[in-house]
């Protein structure tokens, strides 16, 4: 049955950036290297051969894109902070000019009316971290610690809400066990060992920001999907669960319940291989004021003992597909609020990132009409409403993204910004016709769901 979506007083509209995917000015003002600009000039790993040396060159021009966000009535920001602009060097001392540039850039946002959430760690790790270890090093947990607390000191008077890390599932599996992410590491055990590093470090800059900013809410945004088994079979839905287990909790359990969930077929041999030290779980008992869900599909699992270790197998889904060949299937949002709020005690939670890829650019008449973009904000949007009907406290939705960016290895070629960005030429933004139609659900235009989705 349709029925009208409400979003309640006082939701937050915003969209999401991430650094190193808009900034550019990669030397500006005492910043050094990220492993993501290693990764992206190291010939072969961006499939279009593209860097963020300019990207949305957002670095400089955020006046221009906060003069859009209001335009289009969005009420928040979420950006990230490039740590190595706050500290540049592996003697930790404190780079007043990189923090200097997020000061002002948090002073036009309040003065646009705009609140500004900020990410602590959006992937582009030091390189100097790098080269003491990375995630796999237990020094990251303490430095970690401190460029949190150096970023909250400055900026912590202005924010109302930190967000810590960005996505720890992907960061350690793409980055550590497939290598298609920076730091380009292709190590199924290194992947488990540094998982757990994550957690802790995660925990640590939970404690920094607490400690620095007490009346500050903290969350974090997780890459989550609904798991949907492939048939009926007992198996699939085993094996659905251990893959909501290993994507969806395996980075939010241990901090908020004090353990790993049953992500492995064999999870004695996954713990041993991870170098779980005496302490460790009580060091990662921290806990969050929101939960944010970063959503873009959903997982079709199938039991299939071929893999010893996960004991699964992911199908292809019957739903269309966007350019970057995801599966749309927004039923996959609401399932995932209603899992996220029964299994942690009805939580408040945001909607960090939703949004899709489309590669629609102007047309002549000099408008995007990104026709497929505007349904999947609908839709999922809808879906957020649903859930809200159902009793869940949905704090607040984040379009991803403001702008099309840099999209990591897919480089230029998957746009999704609901603003377009003239990458061949002068970086001019336009606005998409699904940035209007966001605008217009702000502003209180009629929006429908179906409530009978899977
Ligand atoms: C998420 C990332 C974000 C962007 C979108 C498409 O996994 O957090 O930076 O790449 O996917």
Redesign the pocket.
Known sequence: MLRPARFPQGFVWGSAT?AY?VEGAPQADGKTPSIWDRFAHTPGKVVDGSTGDVACDQYHRYPEDIVLMRELGLRAYRFSLSWPRVIPDADGAVNAAGLAHYDRLVDALLEAGIAPYPTLF??DLPAWMQDAGGWADRSIIGRFGEYADAVVRRLGDRIGTWLVL??PH?LTWLGHETGAHAPGLADRELALRVGHVVNLAHAEGVRAVRAAAPEALVGS?W?MESAYPATDDPTDAAAAERHHARVNAWFLDPLVKGAYPEAYLDMDAALAAMDVRPGDMDAMRTSFDLIGI?M?SRAVIAHDAADPISGLRRLPGSGPRTSIGWEVWPGSLHRIIRRVDADYGHPAILVT?N?CSDPTGPGPDGLVHDDDRTRYLEEHLGQVARALDDGADVRGYFA??LLDNF??AEGYRQR?GIVWVDFEGDLRRVAKDSARRLAGIIAGAPLEYDDTLA
């Open positions: 991430s995917q959006h992937w960005n996505e992907i945004a890459n970063n873009y990132e949004g991803w993204s999209e990591w999704f």
